[in-house]
């Protein structure tokens, strides 16, 4: 994986260390990437028969796609007083 771009939030999954977005995982390309960042967290392998890493695209996400939200924090409770 590229240097520094994984990190792990407080219940251990692994994030993005620039947005925060969970990591998601390229079944097709065999690669992890950011879908807040639109970049691939992984260098291609060095094997130039590899199918995956050939046919792997510039950006994991097409243009014109929503970017995901940063993880929602949670919300205070609201007591209501009034009864």
Known sequence: ???NRIT????GEDICRR???PVSYSERFD???CEG???WLE???VDPLCDCC???PIRPIKKGRPKPKKKDKPKP???DTKK
Not at 8 to 11: A, F, G, H, R, V
């Open 1 to 3: 994986m590229k240097k």
């Open 8 to 11: 792990q939030d407080n219940k």
């Open 19 to 21: 947005c925060s977005v």
């Open 31 to 33: 690669a992890c990437y």
């Open 37 to 39: 960042c639109n970049i």
């Open 43 to 45: 260098e291609k392998c």
């Open 54 to 56: 050939e046919a792997r």
């Open 77 to 79: 409770i609201e007591w």
